[in-house]
């Protein structure tokens, strides 16, 4: 079942032409190191773009060279996929997986020039999320205050029961940080941003408890100092912001079926979120002192030391405020704009050149641009016929689609040449959209499958084979295509094979 589930997919692969790859490794309970292979092509069903799993690999070697060599035996020799098809290839940003020089991606980029690496849009966002942190040393100790926080409670049933005591509901509890995933940093704190006061309450309780040890009481009361503090409000207000709109967008990114163009879309309107904020200091700091309105600045009640160096210090003259706003804010505010556009211009580059697609009004001099640009990027798929097909369609499209002719994406596109069977009218069009649409985004995929393998390869599990791991992998992955398949010859075969009855 397991093989003929593969070869199905294998089949579709095959005939929709290009596809792109991205693969990622995680540790089994074994202390395996398992490599995940997905593949994501235009559907030859319902032209849809679809991202499927192959199967696990072992790892023994982590070098880019390595992954490399086992991916491409695994496709050439066992799938008999051909990989000068592949048009795209997307992983995490490791070093031995993106590196611009021993990467896989490298390796694979210069056995196919035509495989273009985009790093993962998700495993990005992370990455700009951790350089605003690390920027300066406030938001650092915003966050393992946070931490704290859940810390103090969790190690502690007594301490939990307090804190459930004093939370109005579940949904405020303090969670975890984790550091590979931002999504734990926006439910943390948006935890306690609205269980604020009650957190506040459970630690004075606990500071004000006599029959406490006194090492909690410390603790709770030094936790209650920190938050009460006007620095720690104001970053709990804008951070909450923040990773709110990171949290939707990684959402977003996550869809299986995303395109580049709208991966672009969506790191531009998140930039410009960003730069629109950039001017809201006085409002963060207004709704900080509406939860703490008699506490200033921490050094505005501080005695400031005056070091006498040959340099003038120009901060001695700063309010208290000014200094959080320069230091903090704008620092945070500067790193996240420059990391999040040196990203978006990763995906918005490869968008703009699929561009005049989706034009239907585009002037014949940008048309005859866009499709000179796509011949030097891919010269086997793309010739100068492009021009005047594309201008056929996009007649067609204004004549027979004219109430659906605003805003087409190029899935909108392919869909039109899908339904009305247009590939024999349209095969340079047709081709050009397939291409775009099976360009990965993300590995969000790969991801998934892990929290499957930990459910085959549990605790009682461990000295399963490596092929049946696979084989019980890609059933329960690809359910979806298994229950599309007849497996009557299947059938027949193994009845044949168990009979017992002897023909004479």
């Not at 804190?163 to 405020?172: E, F, I, P, Q």
């Not at 700063?318 to 420059?338: C, G, N, P, Q, Y």
């Not at 659906?404 to 069977?421: M, T």
């Not at 085959?456 to 696979?470: A, D, F, G």
């Given at each position: 079942?397991?093989?003929?589930?593969?070869?199905?997919?294998?089949?579709?692969?095959?005939?929709?032409?290009?596809?792109?790859?991205?693969?990622?490794?995680?540790?089994?309970?074994?202390?395996?190191?398992?490599?995940?292979?997905?593949?994501?092509?235009?559907?030859?069903?319902d032209?849809?773009?679809?991202?499927?799993?192959?199967?696990?690999?072992?790892?023994?070697?982590?070098?880019?060279?390595?992954?490399?060599?086992?991916?491409?035996?695994?496709?050439?020799?066992?799938?008999?996929?051909?990989?000068?098809?592949?048009?795209?290839?997307?992983?995490?940003?490791?070093?031995?997986?993106?590196g611009?020089?021993?990467?896989?991606?490298?390796?694979?980029?210069?056995?196919?020039?035509?495989a273009?690496?985009?790093?993962?849009?998700?495993?990005?966002?992370?990455?700009?999320?951790?350089?605003?942190v690390d920027?300066?040393?406030?938001?650092?100790?915003f966050f393992?205050?946070?931490?704290?926080?859940?810390?103090?409670?969790?190690?502690?049933?007594?301490?939990?029961?307090?804190?459930?005591?004093?939370?109005?509901?579940?949904?405020?509890?303090?969670?975890?940080?984790?550091?590979?995933?931002?999504?734990?940093h926006?439910?943390?704190?948006?935890?306690?941003?609205?269980?604020?006061?009650s957190?506040?309450?459970?630690?004075?309780?606990?500071?004000?408890?006599?029959?406490?040890k006194?090492?909690?009481?410390?603790?709770?009361?030094?936790?209650?100092?920190?938050?009460?503090?006007?620095?720690?409000?104001?970053?709990?207000?804008?951070w909450?912001?923040?990773?709110?709109?990171?949290?939707?967008?990684?959402?977003?990114?996550?869809?299986?079926?995303?395109?580049?163009?709208?991966?672009a879309k969506?790191?531009?309107?998140?930039?410009?979120?960003?730069?629109?904020?950039?001017?809201?200091?006085?409002?963060?700091?207004?709704?900080?002192?509406?939860?703490?309105?008699?506490v200033?600045y921490?050094?505005?009640?501080?005695?400031?030391?005056r070091?006498?160096?040959n340099?003038?210090?120009?901060?001695?003259?700063l309010?208290?405020?000014?200094?959080?706003?320069?230091k903090?804010?704008?620092?945070?505010?500067?790193?996240?704009?420059?990391?999040?556009?040196?990203?978006?211009?990763?995906?918005?580059?490869?968008?703009?050149?699929?561009?005049?697609?989706v034009?239907?009004?585009?002037?014949?001099?940008?048309?005859?641009?866009g499709?000179?640009?796509?011949m030097?990027?891919?010269?086997e798929?793309?010739?100068?016929?492009?021009?005047?097909?594309?201008?056929?369609?996009?007649?067609?499209?204004?004549?027979?689609?004219?109430?659906?002719?605003?805003?087409l994406?190029?899935?909108d596109?392919?869909?039109?040449?899908f339904?009305?069977?247009?590939?024999?009218?349209?095969?340079?069009?047709?081709?050009?959209?397939?291409?775009?649409?099976?360009?990965?985004?993300t590995?969000c995929?790969?991801?998934?499958s892990?929290?499957?393998?930990?459910?085959?390869?549990?605790?009682l599990?461990?000295?399963m084979?490596?092929?049946k791991l696979?084989?019980?992998?890609?059933?329960?992955?690809?359910a979806?295509?298994l229950?599309?398949?007849?497996?009557?010859d299947?059938?027949?075969?193994?009845?044949?094979?168990k009979?017992r009855?002897?023909?004479?």
């Amino acid at each position: 079942m397991a093989e003929k589930t593969r070869t199905s997919i294998l089949k579709d692969l095959k005939k929709a032409g290009y596809f792109s790859l991205s693969v990622d490794s995680t540790p089994d309970l074994s202390h395996v190191d398992q490599l995940a292979v997905i593949v994501r092509y235009v559907s030859p069903d319902d032209g849809f773009p679809i991202e499927r799993f192959l199967t696990f690999l072992q790892l023994n070697d982590h070098s880019g060279k390595n992954i490399a060599n086992v991916v491409l035996n695994y496709l050439e020799n066992n799938c008999k996929i051909d990989f000068n098809k592949c048009r795209g290839q997307s992983y995490d940003n490791a070093a031995n997986m993106s590196g611009m020089y021993n990467g896989m991606q490298k390796i694979l980029l210069d056995k196919n020039k035509f495989a273009v690496y985009f790093p993962c849009g998700g495993h990005s966002l992370n990455l700009i999320g951790r350089a605003a942190v690390d920027c300066c040393l406030p938001a650092v100790n915003f966050f393992a205050i946070i931490q704290q926080v859940y810390t103090f409670f969790s190690v502690s049933t007594k301490r939990w029961t307090v804190l459930k005591s004093c939370l109005v509901s579940d949904s405020t509890v303090p969670k975890r940080l984790c550091d590979t995933r931002w999504e734990a940093h926006a439910k943390t704190v948006s935890a306690i941003s609205d269980g604020y006061e009650s957190i506040i309450d459970a630690l004075h309780c606990l500071y004000t408890n006599e029959y406490e040890k006194g090492d909690t009481r410390r603790e709770a009361g030094i936790l209650q100092e920190k938050m009460e503090e006007l620095e720690f409000v104001f970053m709990l207000e804008f951070w909450n912001r923040i990773l709110d709109e990171f949290h939707k967008t990684s959402k977003a990114l996550q869809d299986s079926k995303i395109s580049l163009s709208t991966c672009a879309k969506l790191y531009s309107s998140l930039l410009q979120f960003l730069k629109k904020n950039r001017d809201s200091f006085d409002e963060f700091e207004a709704r900080a002192k509406e939860r703490l309105p008699d506490v200033n600045y921490k050094a505005e009640n501080q005695r400031q030391r005056r070091r006498y160096l040959n340099v003038p210090n120009v901060d001695e003259d700063l309010s208290a405020r000014d200094k959080f706003r320069i230091k903090a804010f704008i620092v945070m505010m500067d790193t996240l704009e420059a990391n999040l556009q040196k990203r978006a211009l990763i995906y918005q580059n490869i968008a703009d050149k699929f561009s005049f697609l989706v034009d239907l009004d585009v002037p014949d001099s940008e048309l005859q641009n866009g499709v000179k640009c796509l011949m030097k990027d891919y010269p086997e798929d793309v010739d100068i016929n492009l021009i005047g097909k594309v201008k056929h369609f996009h007649i067609y499209v204004k004549m027979h689609h004219a109430a659906n002719n605003q805003n087409l994406n190029h899935q909108d596109l392919y869909q039109i040449i899908f339904k009305d069977k247009l590939n024999l009218a349209f095969p340079n069009v047709e081709a050009t959209l397939r291409l775009f649409l099976s360009l990965m985004v993300t590995n969000c995929s790969g991801e998934r499958s892990f929290s499957r393998l930990k459910r085959l390869k549990n605790e009682l599990r461990t000295t399963m084979l490596q092929q049946k791991l696979s084989d019980l992998a890609i059933l329960c992955i690809e359910a979806e295509k298994l229950r599309t398949l007849s497996f009557d010859d299947i059938i027949d075969d193994f009845a044949k094979l168990k009979s017992r009855k002897k023909f004479f």
